[in-house]
């Protein structure tokens, strides 16, 4: 097993210059795959019987359709499907990396979520549609809110109003990131044939990697969650009546 932390085989496209292409490459995956899952789940509803697969996915559907409508109110309806996508596609993401497609030297794999030129966007897709959202209900004050409440806090408010998609971005990323670090760092060690005197320290960490893996699934849904409701908090923050 081969793999450099942090490396990224690249693409070189006309004005945007060299990308990530097997982080491209991996999220289009996850697209598919994510279509494929809805169609998946949407044909079990060709059936008048109640399936399995119906009661778990709408659990996670009616969970967040009342997160969001228990923040936002009412208001909060229209954002319900864009809630679910989020949740979902930042969840399937995260979890990509279970699989050692890379490992295996294929020109994809890893999460792309364990890559700051994911993560960014989507935080900064957050932060559009907060503001988008913000003027659509208070109109052309809706800055002013900065200076509440008290004026003098305008600087913090402000630091702290362009700094959200910043620690958005910033947390999704390091989570998922140090979770793939800490599995290659493992996975090194029990194929490099470490000995420490006696004792066979590679032999003795073949079952962690597994324990690791089950840690990144659960910091990898944690993650695509807590992404999920600070994005529904923000927007709360922008189109509540006080403001």
Known sequence: MHEQIGEHTLWN???LGPVHSDTILTTWIVMV????FFAWVGTSYKSTRVT???TVFEAIINYIADMVTSVLGEAGEGYVPFFIALFIFIFMLNQFG???FKALGLPFGGSP???LNTTLPYALMIWFIIQYAGFKKHGPKFPLHIFKPFAVLAPINLL????RPATLAARLFFNIFVGELLFIIIASIVTAKVMIGPVNLSLAVTVVPFFVQFFNFFVGTIQAFLFTLLAIVYLSLAVADEH
């Open 13 to 15: 496209l006309p004005v």
């Open 33 to 36: 795959l994510a279509l494929a």
């Open 52 to 54: 399995k697969r119906q």
């Open 98 to 100: 279970t699989f050692p």
């Open 113 to 115: 979520t364990a890559d």
């Open 160 to 163: 702290e109003e362009v700094a």
